[in-house]
Structure formats: C-alpha cells, structure tokens
C-alpha cells in the first residue's frame, strides 16, 4: 500500500489551484453581493458595487468575518467602478456618476452627474460599462445594444464607445460594439474592450477602441449620421462573409486583436486586468486577464504589435471559480480580485454571485508563457526551461490548425475553412525556454490553434495547459521580440 501510494504521488498531475488559489470572501446572508464593479483602496480594503445598485465597502475581506458597511445604495445597475483623487466614478444606466464622502463618516454623501447625454428607453438590455480613462485623463463608457423587441423605442448611441470630458458634451468615438462588457486601460496607454459571441460577432473578442472605428454590429450604427459622432457611416453590412473579407470591404472595419473560440475559451467574456505587479501575481507580468461569465473562469492573453496592429494569443488560465466572473482587478498585493454575478443567465459555477481573490502559491507552473508570430511560424517562449534530452529522445507532438469567422446576422459562427497546417520543422533554443516553429500555410486574418503534447519540463511536469491560440492579422516581415513595447 505504502509503495502504491508513493507511485500515485509520483505521477500525480499539477492542477491549476496547485498555482493559483482561489480564496472566498465570507460574504453575509443578509448581502447579495451581485458585482458589478470592484476598485480596491490604499487602505486594503475593497469598494464593489452591485447590479442592485448599492456599494459595498468591505474592510479584511479575507478574514474570517469580514466587515461589511453600505458606502451608497440607490444606484441604477452600475457596472463599474474607477477612482480618481477622493472620487469614485460609476457608469450606471443613465449616467456617469461620481460620488466621495467627504466628511468621514463611511458613506457617501455626494453625488454627481459628470454626464448624462445618451438615453435609454428601459429595455433590460441596455447596460453601460465603465467607466476607464484614456491617457489624457477623459472617461470612457461603452453602451450594450438591446435585446428583444424594442417596446420602449429605439434610442440612439446603443452599441458604442463614448469619450466623456469633464464639462463638455459626449463624444461618441466608435460604433458597432454588441455587448462589451469589458473596457481596460492598458499599461501603455491604450484602452481595450471585451465584446460578447452573438450575432453579427462570430465569437467573443478582444478590441483595441479606435477613433472612427466599426466593430461590425449595425444595431446602432444609424446614429453615425448625427453630428456628434466620429464615425463614418459604413453602408449597411453584408450577410454572410468571412472576417478577413469585411475588413476590406466595410469602412473602417476592425478586426480583433485576438478571438476568444467559442466554448473553447468560454462564452461570454467579460472584465479584465493587466498584471502590472512586476511579478508577484507569477510569471504572466505585463500580459491581460479576462474574466468569462458562462465558463467562471479567467483567461490570459499576451498581445504583440505586427504592422502597427495588436494581435496575439489567448490561453486558459484558471477554472472552477464559484459563479461568472463579471469584473477582475489586481489587488494592492499583485492578487486578482474577481467578482462574480450569474443574474439568472447559465453558468458552471455552483453559486449565483461571489468574491473571490485568485493568489499565486510561489510555485512556477510549465506554461506556455507567450507565443509569437514570426516571418516562418511562431515562437513559443516557456515559463521554465524544457528537458531537452527527453525531447531528443520523445519530440512533442504539435497539431496546428487555423480558421476564421463569419460576419453574418445569425447568432454566432461556427469555425469556417479550417484548415490542418504542417509544420515542417520546429527546434528549442540551447537554454530549452524557446521552441521556434516553421509552418507551412500561415493565413492572415485567421485564428491559428495548437496543441502542444509531450513537452516536458527539467522537473519532469507537464504542460498545465497545453493548447494555444493566436489571432495572426499579419504575418511579421522581421523577427520581432518578446514583450508588450515591441
């Protein structure tokens, strides 16, 4: 029995909890703590807001019992939360909002409206995002189309990304967002949305927001023709063609920096954070982490310029927390806060919200830690070096495929012209943290997924996650390096 047990031991498969531990927030009965936006503050302690419209400011939230107190309540469904100096700011339903307590005392007591200019007619759908800042300081909300019949009426600017300046009237900046749930302002300076499968968006994605720019969704796109916006009218899409095509056959069409593949790397795709803790939150620094509602997972993403555009790779990360993930935000310490909502929609977490705090262990995972596009192929780079005898004697096997979506009116798109590409030639760098791949086939535009099987580390572990994908809008005419300034 002894002897079994120590073999079990020896062969036993890392997990990611192994890694990354995720801690619960004691949360009271009498709190329905439905998040809708987190901002943590300098004194350890969290603000988070719920669709209920209250926001709760939680004092040692990983004690034991951990203090809850009612900050501000009686807000319309915020989905945000960002400071700025003493004040909170909010996108709520109709506006964006401010608040601070300015005299001590635990609880808001003043409120402001920074905006108000769009409108809404009371679907249930039209939710708004944010709000985050671009790198002069102006606020940025995104707007979700509506859902179902329009009983209400149609309201313009449903389905864009406005820029708000302290004082002077919205400016609705890119057009043809479907349901972005998420909207980031990235360590250099440019800000990022989430957006949602469904129709006209053939799977989750990953955009850069562009003045002038059209994601391809034409629910709102009529109001282009008002003279607030700076986006062009694009002319009404056409049904039923491939990605790659629109981008040349729709006025400023953009593509995704990178694809999330449908059940692959969830279903909805929500709040993300960049890892700017220089290391304490593990070997991903400088890369995204995107929170997926349906999966209750969070995902990574490592991104690189080609051309003067971002694309780059999407991995699975960690699975199993409690409900949907709705918003995730680095902690003080470098941890990652991730609150979590189901509000009736299916989900495979067992809860129907939650707080919890993905922590690193220390421990270095065997990971793919990027994967990059060069003139050949791509180069992988590891979290820790390969073994490379065992390699010369087992090579990995590796399976690369590639595909692309449809622009087209149904919910949703299946994987189109998929095809099996070979790589006729791969080898590891000396220090065995490299393998560089050249592969036959490369197609812009396309979604390029490979599976890594058989690597193994010094240490004898596998990889934790062995599969990739990397959206390739351009292949690189020169090597390019690792890391987010090339």
């Not at 890892?275 to 070997?283: H, I, L, V, W």
Request: glycine share 12%; hydrophobic share 35%; net charge negative.
């Amino acid at each position: 029995m002894v002897v079994l047990t120590l073999i079990l031991l020896a062969i036993q498969t890392p997990t990611e909890a192994d890694y990354y531990a995720a801690l619960r927030v004691a949360v009271p009965k009498s709190v329905e703590l439905e998040v809708g936006g987190m901002q943590p503050l300098k004194d350890g302690s969290l603000l988070v807001c719920t669709r209920r419209g209250e926001v709760w400011r939680i004092s040692n939230p990983l004690e034991e019992a951990p203090q809850f107190s009612l900050w501000a309540h009686g807000l319309q469904e915020p989905l945000g939360l960002w400071q700025q100096g003493e004040w909170i700011y909010s996108a709520t339903r109709g506006e964006l909002l401010r608040m601070r307590d300015s005299n001590g005392d635990g609880r808001a007591d003043d409120f402001e409206t920074i905006n108000d200019d769009w409108d809404i007619s009371g679907n249930y759908h039209e939710y708004n995002f944010g709000p985050r800042p671009d790198a002069e300081g102006n606020l940025w909300v995104t707007t979700n189309r509506a859902f179902g019949a329009e009983t209400f009426g149609h309201k313009d600017w449903r389905g864009w990304a406005l820029r708000l300046k302290p004082g002077e009237p919205m400016e609705p900046m890119a057009a043809g967002l479907r349901s972005p749930a998420g909207l980031e302002l990235s360590p250099w300076g440019e800000l990022f949305y989430t957006d949602n499968q469904g129709e006209w968006c053939g799977a989750n994605k990953l955009s850069l927001v562009k003045e002038g720019a059209y994601y391809g969704h034409p629910f709102g796109i009529e109001s282009a023709h008002l003279p607030a916006s700076h986006v062009t009218y694009p002319g009404p899409n056409p049904d039923g063609i491939l990605m790659p095509e629109a981008h040349t056959k729709l006025p400023n069409f953009q593509l995704p920096a990178v694809w999330f593949p449908y059940d692959k790397m969830g279903r909805s795709a929500s709040g993300m954070a960049w890892d700017t803790s220089n290391g304490a939150f593990g070997p991903f620094a400088g890369q995204l982490f995107v929170g997926d509602q349906y999966q209750a997972s969070v995902m990574r993403v490592s991104l690189q310029k080609v051309a003067g555009e971002w694309q780059g790779a999407c991995y699975p990360f960690r699975k199993g927390l409690d409900a949907g993930v709705i918003r995730v935000r680095q902690a003080n310490d470098g941890g990652l806060w991730v609150g979590m909502s189901d509000r009736g929609w299916p989900s495979l977490g067992t809860q129907g919200y939650g707080l919890q705090k993905l922590s690193w262990s220390g421990k270095l995972p065997f990971e793919i830690q990027q994967m990059r596009a060069t003139p050949s192929g791509f180069t992988l780079q590891f979290t820790t070096a390969v073994d490379l005898v065992a390699m010369a004697a087992s090579p990995p096997q590796l399976r690369l495929s590639s595909y692309t979506y449809e622009l087209h009116s149904a919910y949703g798109s299946d994987e189109m012209e998929t095809q099996e590409l070979v790589i006729p030639e791969f080898h590891f760098s000396d220090d065995g943290r490299y393998l560089h791949c050249r592969v036959d086939g490369l197609r812009e535009g396309y979604v390029h997924e490979l599976h890594v099987e058989g690597l193994r580390s010094l240490a004898g572990t596998t990889l934790l996650h062995d599969v990739v994908y990397y959206t390739l809008l351009h292949i690189p005419t020169n090597d390019e390096g690792f890391g987010i300034e090339d």
